[in-house]
């Protein structure tokens, strides 16, 4: 798993240039979340988690029906 931080400080940054953070951070991720936070109601800071999935060999094999 890793996570990346992304800060913008909110008196140098353009008003929506965290919209665009967001947007990519997203598109980026096959599993994981993107976390927005606020402070006095401006964005401060974009974090995005990344998640490696493993299949468990239980859901590999094929399912075998039973004689009922």
Do not use: C, Y
Request: aromatic letters at 4%; hydrophobic letters at 30%; glycine letters at 2%.
């Amino acid at each position: 798993m890793s996570t990346i931080t992304t800060e913008q400080p909110s008196t140098e940054a353009p008003k929506h240039d965290w919209l665009e953070i967001v947007r990519k951070n997203a598109a980026n991720l096959r599993f994981g979340s993107v976390q927005i936070t606020v402070h006095d109601g401006r964005v401060t800071q974009v974090e995005s988690i990344e998640k490696t999935r493993f299949v468990s060999p239980r859901e590999e094999a094929p399912k075998l029906k039973t004689a009922s």
